[in-house]
């Protein structure tokens, strides 16, 4: 039995499933006619918008020879799909998590970013990234994650880019995460991408109060035929939310955070100071 589904589950499942797939150098026709299933759900299966049943997935698995962790891995999503929100911790360059992070992005029509402390990923320069990454990870660890942020920022500058709304608190902008060079070298690309037309970038003066937004930053991506999902990102951590409880007041916060940011023309002039 299937339903629409776009849990992070379920999205992070289709992932797994598509590059089993295509790392067997399979066809999405080939397979289905394969495994005698109708191409379009399993296209909805790869996409997180349908639920396989998890006999489904292990059959496929089975197909494709799928053992060991990897299939554990694969079998323990298909087990919690419905499972409306998900909460993960790796270390390792591209985790369960990560992937599904690459997937909330690419089927996203509009992201909104709150960013409280540092640039968002979507906006960084390799040296920006660099000087986060290297804290804590090898060299090598941090040539593949930034070679994944560098990939994800397409999504920015296609053929059909995705709509993107950044609100990034002022002591993100201030903040010396890097050398003077690099913050430099970051404040101009900034300046260039509030240039495109589907990039939005308003900065937040510091409050003389408290604010919700300073709980914790977050991203919103929202979709044409499903609900919204929500991530929040920790040290070592990352949540996704989809239920309706939960995704509802981060859409009312990321409302309330854009009343309070300055106009994208003061903030052009704001981070064109911060570049000199």
Known sequence: ??????????????????EVREAKKFGLRELSRALDLNPSLVAHW????????????????????????????????????RDPNWMAAGEAELTPELTTLLQCEQGASTITNWS??????????????????????????????????????????DADPVIYSAIVSAHAIDEPIAP???????M?????????ANVSLRILPRQ???HPGMSG???LYQYRHRNPIVLLEQYSTTSFLSSDKDWGPYQRLAK??????LSEEASRELIAEAAR
């Open 46 to 81: 790869e996409a997180g918008t349908r639920i396989p049943s998890i006999e489904d997935v292990s059959t496929m698995l089975g197909f494709f020879r799928v053992i060991g962790e990897p299939k554990r891995r694969i079998m323990d999503l298909a087990r919690h799909l």
């Open 116 to 157: 409280l402390n540092i640039i968002p990923g979507l906006l960084q320069t390799p040296d920006y990234a660099r000087a986060i990454f290297e804290v804590g990870l090898t060299p090598q660890q941090a040539d593949a994650r930034i070679r994944v942020r560098l990939d994800r920022q397409k999504i920015l500058t």
């Open 188 to 196: 101009d690309h900034l300046l260039a991408m509030t240039g495109r």
């Open 180 to 186: 003077d060079w690099v913050m430099s070298d970051q």
């Open 208 to 210: 003389q109060h408290w």
């Open 256 to 261: 309330l955070l854009a009343e309070e940011a």
């Open 217 to 219: 930053s977050f991203v």
């Open 1 to 18: 039995m299937t339903k629409p589904s776009g849990t992070p589950r379920a999205v992070a499942l289709g992932a797994a499933l598509r």
